[in-house]
């Protein structure tokens, strides 16, 4: 089962812009499948913050947004905020539909 | 829309433990539900999914735990199940249920709470 690479953590300052990297491949993203992106607070369950590549459910703020681009995709977050510091996965799929996760980046509000 | 995870707890290595969950709030017959789970302090890892009827309630596992779970539902109570067998230490960890749903890509738009499962002796 592949796996997509995220960084283990990211931080910024209050009000700071801060990008989160998912690298995959061409039996994943690459292949032209679409990449989502999820919110987890410690001890909640994750929250769905990104969908189809750049699309913000209703609800969440436009401070986030995603691209993707050949094998990879990318979260960003402009105007850090402390209630932002969360763990973050992206997820796509691969040839035999089966989903597949990010590894996870932790980001902090410094 | 809710779901409701139901039956964790602490099972000996090599036992067995069927979890549920429970969905309401929208038309769940229609939907494919989801598996994930996430061992303590670690990242999200997708046990599984089934399809509707209209889709032969098609059945995709991930590899770790292929040939050993089973997901299964009952649409007339609006529950997902999951059977684990030959449970071995490394399938301890949280698991949530989830709605994969079309109107927003196949992403996983609304999640349970999550069910512990402790596999130990």
């Known amino acids: 089962q592949s796996v997509l690479t995220q960084p283990p953590s990211v931080s910024g300052a209050p009000g700071q812009r801060v990008t989160i990297s998912c690298t995959g491949s061409?039996?994943?993203?690459?292949?032209?499948?679409?990449v989502h992106w999820y919110q987890q607070i410690p001890g909640a369950a994750p929250k769905l913050l990104i969908y189809?590549?750049?699309n913000r459910p209703l609800g969440v703020p436009d401070r986030f947004s995603g691209s993707r681009s050949g094998t990879s995709a990318s979260l960003a977050i402009t105007g850090l905020q402390a209630e932002d510091e969360a763990d973050y996965y992206c997820?796509?799929?691969?040839?035999?539909?089966?989903?597949?996760f990010g590894t996870g980046t932790k980001v902090s509000v410094l | 829309v809710q779901l409701v995870e139901s039956g964790g707890g602490l099972v000996e290595p090599g036992g067995s433990l069927k979890i549920s969950c429970a969905a309401s709030g929208f038309t769940f017959s229609d939907s494919t539900m989801n598996w994930v789970r996430q061992a303590s302090g670690k990242g999200l890892e997708w046990v599984g999914h089934?399809?509707?009827?209209?889709?032969?309630?098609?059945?995709v596992y991930g590899v770790s735990v292929k040939g050993r779970f089973t997901i299964s539902r009952d649409d007339s109570k609006n529950t997902t199940y999951l059977q684990m067998n030959s449970l071995k230490s490394e399938d301890t960890a949280k698991y949530f249920c989830?709605?994969?749903?079309?109107?927003?890509?196949?992403?996983?738009?609304?999640w349970g709470q999550g069910t512990l499962v402790t596999v130990s002796s």
């Open positions: 989830t709605r994969r749903s079309y109107r927003v890509g196949a992403a996983l738009d609304y």
């Open positions: 089934i399809r509707s009827k209209s889709n032969n309630y098609a059945t």
């Open positions: 997820q796509s799929y691969d040839s035999s539909l089966s989903a597949i």
């Open positions: 061409s039996s994943n993203i690459g292949a032209n499948y679409d």
């Open positions: 189809v590549n750049t």
